[in-house]
Structure formats: structure tokens, C-alpha cells
């Protein structure tokens, strides 16, 4: 009964409200009209009547029926008014309470979730995906197929589409988060990459220390700022001894194991603002800054000295090391006694390195250098000629 009354249409519930209430106004209209001939009636009979007694008993029957209608209309009138008031309210509540509930549904859906949704969408225009729009659930909707009935549905369709809306925009929200933490993790080990490519590119991978190209620009730098500021630098070549013979008598992994050390044993002592790199084969470059002849030459003899102190333990097995003599021969130049361009002191500190190493090795020389003996050159020929054995001989079991 009650789903039957909620989907007539708003006009017929008026109507049934009238239907109710009308036959109580014609009943008291009826009454009304049947009491007031009654009294109209006696009222011509006692205008007839000449005794005292008729005239007083027609008197009470209009009295009677005076009353009969006042106490009619009483009933009937409070009876109309309550039917009335009922009729009222339930208009009321089935007409106006479904209004309202749609003006709310309709200012949630304008101030709250659409701003809320547009705040987001604004947001991740401008790349920020830290936004997110609540969820709500969606208000229970007056549901009727009066005209009421039709309005709240299609608020609730725009409340559907608006909640769907939101949905969508918090999937593709955390989509985009998803993906822009992907690119900036890609972007992080592309940048490793690249880091490392780079390294590649500037160091050798044998000795970790610069390569040649970087020693190269590096040297190129330094000469630029000494020409700017008047001041010295100095470079200093640094040749393995009978390297050679190490790699004949042990192998090249031998040989990789002792440039190793060499060039750790040269960036261990050198000052923190100088740069060893490896020049090539068993020769190193070393470049000190800010520093004069005689410091430069005492550097170079710490460096002789910490190479040739101790033999190299080259760890062949677990069970066997082997101890291998190093030494290394040194040449040096300085800016901008021995030149003022990077060939001109490379050249000259190659010469003096060359000096060192047929003037009995494991020493350091001078551009001014010069070998004075030729014995001295035949017998390190004939040393690198001879056989290796005594190497074999510092074999430790």
C-alpha cells in the first residue's frame, strides 16, 4: 500500500488528499442545510400558534436542533481539521523531504567531490601525484516514479558518474605515481650507468687510477692555472724495472698484480692534491702542484724508496706466495724550468726517466742528466739479456 501511494504521481496524491477530506465538508454542508429547514420550519409554526404551550414546545425543539448542529459541526469540523493536518504532513514529508534530500545530494556532489576532483585533476596537470580524492559512498536516493522520483534518479546518475569519475581518477593517479617512481628509479640507474661509463672512460681498470687521456688533461689544466697564477708544477714519469722479465718468469698475471701495487704505492704517497695515472704499459705519470725543484725530487725519492723497500708478495695459491723484487726508475721535469707546454715537460721528463734506467735503475734523475759511462748502458743490456732464474730462486713454499 505504502510503495503503491509513493509512486502515484505527485498530482493524484494531491487529489486522493482532497478525496479524503470532501466528504466530510458535504456531510457538514448536508446537516447544515437539513437542520436550518427544520428550523425555518418551526420557526412558521410558532408564528401560527397562539398558545403559550405550543409556542413554548416548538421553542425547544428549535433549541434542540440548534444544538444537534452546533455539536454536528463541532465533530464533523475537528474530524476535517485532523484528517486535514494528516493529509499535511504525509504531503509534507512524501513531497518535500525527497526535495530536500536532492538539494543536499546536489550541494555534496557541487562544493565537495567536484572540487575535490578538479583540485586532483589540477594537481596532476602540474605533476604532483601526492593528491588523492576520498572515497564516499554514494547517499540512499529517494526511489519513486512520481515526478519527485525522476529528479533524485537523475541526481543519482550524476552522483554515479561523478563517483565513477573519481574511481578512475584515483587508478590513473596511482598509475602515474607507479610509473613516475619507475622513471626516476631508471633515470637513477641511468645515471649510474653513465657515472660508471664515464669512469671507464677516465680510469684504468687495471690499476684504478686515471688513464692516459685524463692524466693528459689534467696535466693540460695544471699548465693553464701555473700560466694564470706564476706559479710551479712538476711532472714526474715513473718505468717499471725489468717488467719484462716479471711477466717472462711469472706470467702477465704476475705482471698485472705488481703495476697494481705500483701505482697504490704512488697514490699512497703523494700529497692529497697531486694526480697519479697510468701512462701506458708499465710507466706512470705523476703530477705535482704548487711545488719547486728540490721538493719535487725528494717526493720522487719517497716514491723510489716506498716501491723498492720490500719485495712484492704475489700470492700465487693458497699454499705458495711468491716475493718479487720491484723497483722503478724516475724522471722529472718542472714548469717552467724544463718547459712551458705539455710536450716540452713530458718530453723532457721521458728523457731523464730514460737516464735513470740506463744509469743503473731504481733512481731518480734530472732533465740535465745525462749518462756519462757506457758501460753502464752495456751491462743493463746484458742484464735484461740474461736468464731469469734468479727470480725463481725468491720463490717462498
Not at 350 to 364: E, T
Amino acid at each position: 500500500m505504502k510503495r503503491w501511494f509513493i509512486d502515484l504521481p505527485v498530482m493524484r496524491k494531491l487529489l486522493l488528499g482532497f478525496g479524503l477530506l470532501s466528504p466530510l465538508v458535504l456531510s457538514m454542508i448536508i446537516i447544515d442545510i437539513s437542520l436550518s429547514i427544520q428550523q425555518t420550519a418551526i420557526a412558521e409554526r410558532t408564528a401560527h400558534v397562539s398558545s403559550m404551550h405550543s409556542v413554548a414546545s416548538e421553542m425547544v425543539a428549535m433549541s434542540t436542533i440548534s444544538h444537534q448542529l452546533l455539536l454536528w459541526n463541532i465533530l464533523l469540523g475537528g474530524l476535517a481539521i485532523v484528517l486535514g493536518c494528516g493529509c499535511s504532513i504525509l504531503m509534507s514529508r512524501v513531497i518535500t523531504r525527497p526535495l530536500r534530500q536532492a538539494q543536499e545530494v546536489a550541494r555534496l556532489a557541487s562544493n565537495v567531490w567536484l572540487m575535490e576532483l578538479a583540485d586532483g585533476l589540477v594537481a596532476l596537470a602540474q605533476g604532483d601525484w601526492s593528491v588523492p580524492v576520498k572515497q564516499r559512498s554514494l547517499p540512499i536516493f529517494y526511489r519513486s516514479q512520481d515526478e519527485i522520483g525522476q529528479i533524485t534518479q537523475s541526481v543519482q546518475k550524476i552522483m554515479t558518474t561523478i563517483y565513477n569519475m573519481s574511481d578512475i581518477y584515483e587508478v590513473t593517479r596511482q598509475e602515474l605515481q607507479n610509473l613516475y617512481t619507475r622513471i626516476q628509479q631508471q633515470n637513477e640507474n641511468l645515471s649510474i650507468a653513465n657515472a660508471h661509463l664515464s669512469s671507464l672512460a677516465t680510469t684504468d681498470p687495471l690499476t684504478g687510477l686515471p688513464n692516459h687521456r685524463d692524466i693528459m688533461d689534467r696535466i693540460d689544466r695544471e699548465i693553464k692555472q701555473c700560466q694564470t697564477t706564476q706559479r710551479n708544477c712538476a711532472i714526474i714519469f715513473v718505468d717499471v724495472d725489468r717488467f719484462k722479465c716479471i711477466n717472462d718468469t711469472w706470467g702477465h698475471g704476475a705482471g698485472d698484480e705488481v703495476l697494481h701495487f705500483v701505482g697504490q704505492q704512488l697514490r699512497a704517497c703523494v700529497r692529497l692534491e697531486d694526480y697519479v695515472g697510468r701512462y701506458g704499459g708499465e710507466e706512470f705519470a705523476i703530477l705535482l702542484t704548487d711545488i719547486e725543484q728540490h721538493e719535487a725530487f725528494e717526493l720522487a725519492e719517497r716514491l723510489r724508496d716506498s716501491i723498492a723497500i720490500q719485495p712484492y708478495m704475489w700470492q700465487m695459491d693458497a699454499n705458495r706466495a711468491v716475493a718479487i723484487p720491484v723497483t722503478a726508475s724516475f724522471g722529472l721535469s718542472v714548469y717552467p724550468l724544463d718547459g712551458v707546454t705539455r710536450k716540452d715537460l713530458i718530453d723532457r721528463a721521458d728523457a731523464a726517466m730514460y737516464v735513470a734506467k740506463h744509469s743503473g735503475r731504481n733512481r731518480v734523475c734530472l732533465p740535465d742528466e745525462e749518462v756519462l759511462d757506457k758501460d753502464v748502458v752495456i751491462e743493463e743490456a746484458l742484464q735484461d739479456a740474461r736468464p731469469t732464474r734468479p727470480l725463481q730462486a725468491l720463490t717462498l713454499v
